[in-house]
């Protein structure tokens, strides 16, 4: 068995569209092709933007499209007690601060916060929690898209990790999870490539390894916006679903010959294992399929991260 572990890491805000269906699928196959694990997180750590029984209706479609998972779901909001005990080691070791900047001031001086609070010594009241920044992470090699570049006012900030409402930061739980999880392999859209540099932060400043990252391009609709939830993304179908995995595959550059379609389900994810060929996976990206006419290129093609 290989020591591959990759996962996929939906938000309950919504069900899977074609743009999830690509993340799911590309993560899935890499792992399996390595003979690796693939796991499952539901992040649910937001309640405020998650959408009653979309959870449930992700690890359906999930099933639907052939996309087992090993182990037991994952789910962010059991596991608050591990956040707290990362978030007590990092004020222990003094490495994170509270602040009480408002999101005005920090837009007001361009949207990047610049560590006004770090010596003040402020009370954790109406606070947010921020990381000590002490070694930023200006760059890091992505599996497919070679070395890329972060705007150092992003790398430098001292990002939160705990919110002032409360609830645990992104990029904190993310890190936890991946970590206490063993994922060896992170692979996922290009829309989060600008906070693979805060994760890996995290990981360093808790002396843990982080993962390898290979971030694959995005389904992009007619007026040029990404598919996902917040744009309203039309929910994968629940009819036969051979059909859009094989234009999942195309998407991906991945072989999928005329007829496969027609296997059986499983045969056809047998076969795209088999085939998988990350260096074939394009570097942009392009229109939805059923829209595509010519790429619809936009910065995620460029090696360079920002906000």
């Given at each position: 068995?290989?020591?591959?572990?990759?996962?996929?890491?939906p938000?309950?805000?919504?069900?899977?569209?074609?743009?999830?269906?690509?993340?799911a699928?590309?993560?899935?196959?890499?792992?399996?092709?390595?003979?690796?694990?693939?796991?499952?997180?539901?992040?649910?750590?937001?309640?405020?933007?998650?959408?009653?029984?979309?959870?449930?209706?992700?690890?359906?479609?999930?099933?639907?499209?052939?996309?087992?998972?090993?182990?037991?779901?994952?789910?962010?909001?059991?596991?608050?007690?591990?956040?707290?005990?990362?978030?007590?080691?990092?004020?222990?070791?003094?490495?994170?601060?509270?602040?009480?900047?408002?999101?005005?001031?920090?837009?007001?001086?361009?949207?990047?916060?610049?560590?006004?609070?770090?010596?003040?010594?402020?009370p954790?009241?109406?606070?947010?929690?921020?990381l000590?920044?002490?070694?930023?992470?200006?760059?890091?090699?992505?599996?497919?898209?070679?070395?890329?570049?972060?705007?150092?006012?992003?790398?430098?900030?001292?990002?939160?990790?705990?919110?002032?409402?409360?609830l645990?930061?992104?990029?904190?739980?993310?890190?936890?999870?991946?970590?206490?999880?063993g994922?060896?392999?992170?692979?996922?859209?290009a829309?989060?490539?600008?906070?693979?540099?805060?994760?890996?932060?995290?990981y360093?400043?808790?002396?843990?390894?982080?993962?390898?990252?290979?971030?694959?391009?995005?389904?992009?609709?007619?007026?040029?916006?990404?598919?996902?939830?917040?744009?309203?993304a039309?929910?994968?179908?629940?009819?036969?679903?051979?059909?859009?995995?094989?234009?999942?595959?195309?998407f991906?550059?991945?072989?999928?010959?005329?007829?496969?379609?027609?296997?059986?389900?499983?045969?056809?994810?047998?076969?795209?294992?088999?085939?998988?060929?990350?260096?074939?996976?394009?570097?942009?990206?392009?229109?939805?399929p059923?829209?595509?006419?010519?790429?619809?290129?936009?910065?995620?093609?460029?090696?360079?991260?920002?906000?």
């Open positions: 068995m290989s020591s591959c572990i990759g996962r996929f890491a938000s309950p805000s919504g069900d899977l569209h074609f743009g999830s269906l690509i993340a699928l590309g993560s899935y196959l890499s792992a399996r092709a390595q003979q690796g694990r693939w796991l499952v997180r539901i992040e649910d750590i937001d309640p405020p933007r998650e959408v009653p029984g979309a959870a449930t209706r992700i690890l359906q479609q999930l099933e639907h499209y052939g996309l087992e998972w090993d182990g037991e779901v994952m789910w962010q909001s059991q596991r608050h007690d591990a956040y707290r005990a990362a978030l007590a080691w990092l004020r222990t070791h003094r490495q994170s601060y509270f602040c009480t900047c408002s999101r005005r001031r920090i837009q007001q001086l361009g949207g990047y916060y610049d560590g006004y609070c770090r010596d003040r010594r402020l954790p009241d109406n606070a947010a929690l921020r000590r920044q002490h070694a930023p992470v200006r760059h890091f090699t992505d599996r497919l898209r070679g070395e890329l570049l972060a705007d150092p006012q992003l790398a430098e900030e001292d990002f939160i990790i705990h919110r002032r409402d409360g645990f930061a992104y990029n904190l739980a993310v890190v936890v999870d991946d970590h206490d999880q994922v060896t392999e992170i692979v996922r859209g829309d989060l490539i600008a906070p693979t540099v805060r994760q890996i932060a995290l360093q400043q808790f002396g843990w390894t982080p993962p390898a990252y290979l971030h694959l391009p995005l389904a992009i609709a007619a007026d040029g916006n990404k598919l996902s939830k917040q744009n309203h039309p929910a994968l179908p629940a009819g036969d679903p051979r059909p859009l995995l094989v234009q999942a595959l195309r991906l550059g991945q072989p999928a010959e005329e007829g496969w379609q027609d296997s059986p389900l499983a045969l056809l994810l047998s076969q795209a294992i088999t085939r998988w060929a990350p260096a074939q996976i394009p570097l942009h990206d392009a229109l939805k059923d829209e595509m006419t010519t790429p619809f290129l936009n910065g995620s093609q460029q090696a360079m991260i920002s906000r």
